[in-house]
């Protein structure tokens, strides 16, 4: 989508749609004012008469209004005043997209940075619209022959704004909304690819493709020699099974001086899991093309921070391997040695993503990190606490959980912090090894976490577990929600201010 800013009189302008929000009880904006006077009172006069109530996601579409060069006028409802808020706003500007996107116009023209009175600057929304309105947008078709060669309708979006002066700050809320889009859409894509397609080699290849058209990003690839080498017989025990090897793909991004330590991500890439020699059932087995959206959220991530220019050193670690079954697979009780020197013990291959990730987090030692988080589809428990809507994080600083806590609060992609208690480490602990990978049905998504703080020790840490955020597994919205890229962008852009 092209996006630009318009200034002017916003009844002078030519375009096939103007949009305009207008709150409950009629309150106009001074875009709609304008736009009133222009008509002669007819908006005012529609309210006057209850044709336009201004209720929440009211959708009302004018057409042809005298005084006014838009062929189209669409009005969308904000609600109470009182109410609206920064959910409220994106709400509408969902709402907006999606109405848009089935109109037969190529350009409109957007009105809705002026009447967001919510706790957000200019920045905040410009960058929020343009991150709404491409997730609106977006749509995985790219496998389907038909669509292959349709181009949306709708091309360019102007946004509309008052005043001259906020020309500078709504120029840079929305590059930097359009550098996080591009990351949440690689994000969404790596993710929505079926295993056949998107298997470690693949990922391999897409960063080193990045490598290519950034300049400050590189890229390094283990492959399984050298992972088997280094020790890590966590990761090697989730590989060995499948016929596709694993990689273990380092991205690098300097975005400032060489020197300053980096934050590490490491995204979990189990680019198919079929639960190894402990087999998941078959009904919900082909969700598990999504078990690598860690990965791809991580992925995202530092793609947009190029984009972005951001200043700061970041490092990001894919850990990306297939779990199957096999004659060479890892067994139920079988004993492995991590790369840190402790021993576990197999109890169930389903839990595998947790072995792939501890050989990561004692891997990121060498970069001598500021912070280090995880990002992981890690547990269904953590689906059964949170549902869809947060995403659950642990941390073993509390600095570092405030950090992302706000930052997840700011751009409305939150976590909720959950317990790290001691008392929960006795349920891991093994009778042949220093630690066992599950333990048992109680707290499983905390105990997944301090099964991984075991191996995050000498650095401040948190882990995310987004099994709950990261896809959609059924219905009309099916594929991949590109969280907690949005999220991560946020927290790094924090950084640097």
Same mark, same amino acid.
């Given at each position: ?8 009189r916003?009844?002078?302008?030519k375009t ?9 009880g ?6 709609a004012?304008?736009?009133?006077k222009a008509?002669?009172g ?6 006057k ?13 004018l057409r ?5 060069s838009?062929t189209?006028?669409?009005?969308i ?26 109109? /037969? ?10 009447p967001?009175k919510? +706790?957000? /600057? ?20 790219n ?7 349709k181009?949306?309708?709708l091309q ?14 709504t ?13 949440? *859409? ?20 897409q ?5 290519r058209?950034y300049?400050?990003?590189?890229t ?19 590989? *060995? ?18 020197k300053e ?6 995204? *979990?890439g ?9 087999l ?11 078990d690598?959206?860690g !990965? ?6 530092i793609?947009?921070a ?7 050193n ?9 779990n199957m ?13 991590s790369m840190s ?9 389903? !839990? ?15 970069f ?16 059964i606490?949170?549902g869809?809507?947060?995403t &659950? ?7 570092? &959980?405030?950090?992302i ?5 700011d ?8 317990p790290?208690w ?8 093994s009778?042949?090894?220093?630690v066992?990978?599950?333990g ?7 105990t997944?976490?301090c ?8 650095y401040?840490w ?15 919205? +099916? ?13 790094l ?5």
């Amino acid at each position: 989508m092209k996006y630009s800013i318009k200034i002017g009189r916003p009844d002078k302008i030519k375009t096939p749609c103007i949009v305009i929000g207008l709150f409950e009880g009629g309150s106009l904006s001074t875009t709609a004012t304008t736009l009133d006077k222009a008509s002669n009172g007819y908006i005012r006069k529609l309210v006057k008469r209850g044709d336009i109530k201004g209720s929440k996601n009211e959708l009302v579409l004018l057409r042809d209004i005298e005084g006014i060069s838009a062929t189209r006028l669409l009005i969308i409802g904000l609600g109470k005043k009182t109410q609206f808020k920064a959910p409220e706003f994106v709400s509408a500007t969902k709402t907006v997209i999606q109405n848009l996107r089935s109109m /037969d116009i190529k350009s409109a023209l957007v009105c809705l940075l002026e009447p967001a009175k919510i +706790k957000k /600057d200019l920045a905040w929304k410009s960058q929020k619209l343009v991150e709404t309105f491409e997730d609106g947008l977006y749509q995985f078709q790219n496998l389907k022959e038909k669509t292959k060669s349709k181009k949306p309708q709708l091309q360019a979006i102007d946004i509309f704004i008052n005043d001259e002066k906020d020309l500078s700050v709504t120029s840079k809320g929305m590059q930097s909304g359009q550098a996080l889009s591009l990351g949440i *859409k690689k994000a969404k894509d790596l993710g929505n690819l079926p295993g056949n397609l998107c298997n470690p080699e693949y990922l391999a290849d897409q960063a080193k493709e990045l490598a290519r058209k950034y300049r400050k990003v590189t890229t390094n690839v283990m492959d399984e020699k050298e992972i088997e080498s280094r020790g890590m017989g966590a990761f090697m025990s989730v590989t *060995k099974g499948s016929d596709a090897p694993g990689k273990l793909i380092t991205i690098s991004y300097k975005g400032s001086k060489p020197k300053e330590a980096p934050h590490v991500i490491i995204g *979990k890439g189990i680019t198919f899991d079929s639960g190894g020699i402990s087999l998941k059932p078959g009904a919900g087995m082909h969700e598990m093309i999504w078990d690598m959206c860690g !990965a791809a959220a991580a992925f995202g991530t530092i793609l947009a921070a190029a984009e972005q220019k951001l200043s700061i050193n970041l490092i990001v670690i894919l850990a990306a391997a297939e779990n199957m079954p096999s004659g060479s697979a890892s067994r139920p009780g079988d004993i492995v040695k991590s790369m840190s020197g402790q021993t576990i013990e197999i109890l169930n291959t389903d !839990a595998e993503g947790r072995l792939v990730l501890c050989d990561s987090l004692t891997y990121a030692e060498e970069f001598e990190p500021e912070t280090v988080i995880d990002v992981a589809t890690l547990t269904g428990a953590c689906i059964i606490a949170l549902g869809s809507h947060a995403t &659950a994080m642990y941390s073993n600083d509390e600095g570092l &959980a405030r950090s992302i806590t706000k930052a997840g609060e700011d751009c409305l992609d939150r976590v909720w912090q959950m317990p790290l208690w001691g008392e929960y480490q006795s349920q891991i602990n093994s009778g042949f090894a220093d630690v066992a990978n599950v333990g048992g049905r109680e707290a499983g998504s905390i105990t997944a976490a301090c099964f991984l703080s075991r191996f995050a020790e000498k650095y401040k840490w948190a882990h995310l577990d987004i099994a709950g955020t990261a896809f959609n597994g059924s219905g009309l919205k +099916k594929g991949s929600t590109g969280r907690p890229v949005s999220l991560l962008f946020e927290y790094l852009s924090s950084l640097e201010k």
